[in-house]
């Protein structure tokens, strides 16, 4: 079946650094891929998605790109601030048989950006 | 921007108990789901709800849980004889299309604990 694998956390940055957080899948056919957020006592958010190879999602600064040759979604932003803080999810959107409209989710990576 | 909406946002239940959480899609959304996260666990697919039936359910989704859609704007998450095991964070999720690219939108979560 589809899996998602993210970089183990919690990840701690000062503000104003690069951040990173790597995620790669597993999947048959052709999936959509997305980030999803979640601030301290909220739901899940929508960061961007992907929807084919080499696609570039990008909102508030993030960014990342559908490397189908490396099966990633790895997220990025060149400048933290105190306000990124919260959990963030990388999720794969089935494409075929059973998998269809169900969503796979990583295990979250915590960040806490520090001023 | 239109929001899934759920309530309670806590649920406080006994052991065997049933409970019922309520959910509230976007208005012109046809497709609604449940998810689960157990605290420091993944989040999980339950259930997908289309035209008035189950689309697909996971091996989670067991005869202790239905769903069901009393009316047109709720979207129901019933367990009956609740676990232990059963304690953690119901999201609810609804989309427009059930196209591969469309994101889906969630609720705030409700934290079920099972004393």
């Known amino acids: 079946g589809n899996s998602v694998t993210q970089m183990e956390g919690p990840v701690t940055l000062s503000e104003e650094a690069f951040l990173t957080i790597n995620c790669t899948y597993t999947a048959t056919g052709y999936p959509s891929l997305f980030w999803y957020v979640q601030y301290p006592g909220e739901g899940l958010q929508l960061l961007l998605k992907?929807?084919?190879?080499?696609d570039k999602g990008s909102n508030k600064g993030f960014e990342a790109t559908y490397r189908k040759e490396t099966t990633s979604f790895h997220l990025e932003k060149g400048s933290v601030q105190v306000s990124d803080s919260a959990v963030y999810f990388c999720?794969?959107?089935?494409?075929?048989?059973?998998?269809?409209?169900?969503?796979?989710f990583g295990q979250g990576t915590i960040l806490t950006v520090h001023p | 921007e239109p929001e899934v909406t759920q309530t309670p946002s806590h649920q406080v239940t006994q052991m065997g108990q049933e409970v019922i959480l309520r959910c509230v899609p976007i208005s012109n959304h046809l497709y609604f789901y449940w998810y689960r996260q157990i605290l420091g666990q993944k989040v999980e697919f339950l259930v997908s709800f289309y035209n008035n039936e189950i689309s697909e359910k996971s091996e989670i989704f067991d005869d202790q849980f239905s769903v069901e859609r009393p009316d047109g704007s709720n979207f129901t998450l019933k367990i009956r004889s609740t676990k232990l095991e059963d304690s953690a964070m119901y999201f609810c999720?609804?989309?427009?299309?059930?196209?591969?690219?469309?994101?889906?939108?969630f609720g705030d979560g409700t934290r079920l604990s099972i004393l």
């Open positions: 999720a609804s989309t427009a299309l059930r196209a591969g690219n469309q994101p889906q939108h």
């Open positions: 999720a794969l959107l089935g494409a075929g048989g059973t998998s269809y409209g169900k969503l796979t």
């Open positions: 992907a929807t084919k190879a080499d």
